[in-house]
């Protein structure tokens, strides 16, 4: 008796991926079969019960990422995020404009607070926690004996306080949200994933059998159709994972390294 050939189910990785991008492989996965009659599902050794489970596990992984996106921290974060950024480009605006000034104080503070802030020119554009130790070091340094003058002459010192109350609050807000994820929606998440994966596995053993299985050449090239479809999708999403990793990478500084524009 000849073996049938037909193309493996790639493997997906799909477990290291963050929240969201599982979520996608799986949503993009499901909808692969969701189309098919009862008929077609029985040609891929699958049951309309199977799929629906499947469906069933993605959806609660979407509610669950949607509870995590709307966290109240999280536009908490979003909001003091905005803020500290605007506070930042106010700072380094009079400080470039005080360069500019025909009164020679405020020429000479200027000055004096542009080779402070040089090393933090760019850091509205840093990552979230990387941000926040910026404007830490960036406080405590124009909060030195040598610069308080220089600070009050340019009119800044409320502009040095709120950006430090924006920056506290930006932190409390991300460190609430951590804490709260990590009692009320990590083991859920967890949990959710898993069982999804578990579904995924099982139902590729049943596409692989029912490949091997294939009684006609028909029915063979429909189950290695609907193969190829899934290694496409497993194909887009490793790509977008490679992509964000090396994004993430390229992002990350150097040690040692400053953020500049």
């Given at each position: 008796m000849t073996m049938n050939v037909f193309p493996a189910i790639e493997g997906s990785s799909c477990y290291r991926y963050n929240?969201?991008?599982?979520?996608?492989?799986?949503?993009?996965?499901?909808?692969?079969?969701?189309?098919?009659?009862?008929?077609?599902?029985?040609?891929?050794?699958?049951?309309?019960?199977?799929?629906?489970?499947?469906?069933?596990?993605?959806?609660?992984?979407q509610d669950l990422n949607r509870k995590s996106s709307a966290n109240t921290n999280t536009i908490k974060m979003d909001e003091e995020d905005a803020e500290r950024d605007r506070l930042l480009s106010v700072m380094f605006y009079?400080?470039?404009?005080?360069?500019?000034?025909?009164?020679?104080?405020?020429?000479?503070?200027a000055q004096q607070l542009d080779v402070v802030l040089r090393p933090y020119k760019g850091a509205q554009g840093a990552a979230d926690d990387a941000e926040t130790s910026l404007i830490k070091g960036l406080i405590?340094?124009?909060?030195?004996?040598?610069?308080?003058?220089?600070?009050?002459?340019?009119?800044?010192?409320?502009?040095v306080d709120e950006l430090e109350e924006a920056n506290n609050?930006?932190?409390?807000?991300?460190?609430?949200?951590?804490?709260?994820?990590?009692?009320?929606?990590?083991?859920?998440?967890?949990?959710?994933?898993?069982?999804?994966?578990?579904?995924?596995?099982?139902?590729?053993?049943l596409i692989s059998a029912a490949a091997l299985m294939a009684a006609t050449p028909e029915d063979l090239e429909f189950v290695v159709s609907v193969i190829n479809e899934m290694n496409r999708v497993i194909a887009n999403h490793k790509t977008s994972y490679t992509q964000s990793q090396a994004q993430k990478k390229a992002n990350k500084p150097e040690e040692g390294e400053t953020v500049e524009n």
């Amino acid at each position: 008796m000849t073996m049938n050939v037909f193309p493996a189910i790639e493997g997906s990785s799909c477990y290291r991926y963050n929240n969201a991008l599982h979520m996608s492989f799986h949503d993009h996965m499901h909808q692969v079969f969701a189309g098919y009659l009862e008929d077609y599902l029985t040609k891929l050794n699958l049951t309309q019960a199977i799929v629906d489970e499947y469906g069933d596990d993605v959806e609660v992984e979407q509610d669950l990422n949607r509870k995590s996106s709307a966290n109240t921290n999280t536009i908490k974060m979003d909001e003091e995020d905005a803020e500290r950024d605007r506070l930042l480009s106010v700072m380094f605006y009079m400080v470039s404009n005080g360069l500019k000034a025909s009164k020679a104080a405020v020429k000479a503070a200027a000055q004096q607070l542009d080779v402070v802030l040089r090393p933090y020119k760019g850091a509205q554009g840093a990552a979230d926690d990387a941000e926040t130790s910026l404007i830490k070091g960036l406080i405590l340094d124009l909060r030195k004996e040598e610069n308080t003058a220089a600070v009050t002459t340019l009119g800044l010192d409320a502009t040095v306080d709120e950006l430090e109350e924006a920056n506290n609050n930006f932190d409390a807000a991300k460190n609430k949200r951590t804490s709260e994820r990590a009692l009320t929606e990590g083991d859920n998440l967890k949990d959710a994933r898993s069982k999804t994966d578990t579904v995924y596995q099982n139902m590729c053993t049943l596409i692989s059998a029912a490949a091997l299985m294939a009684a006609t050449p028909e029915d063979l090239e429909f189950v290695v159709s609907v193969i190829n479809e899934m290694n496409r999708v497993i194909a887009n999403h490793k790509t977008s994972y490679t992509q964000s990793q090396a994004q993430k990478k390229a992002n990350k500084p150097e040690e040692g390294e400053t953020v500049e524009n």
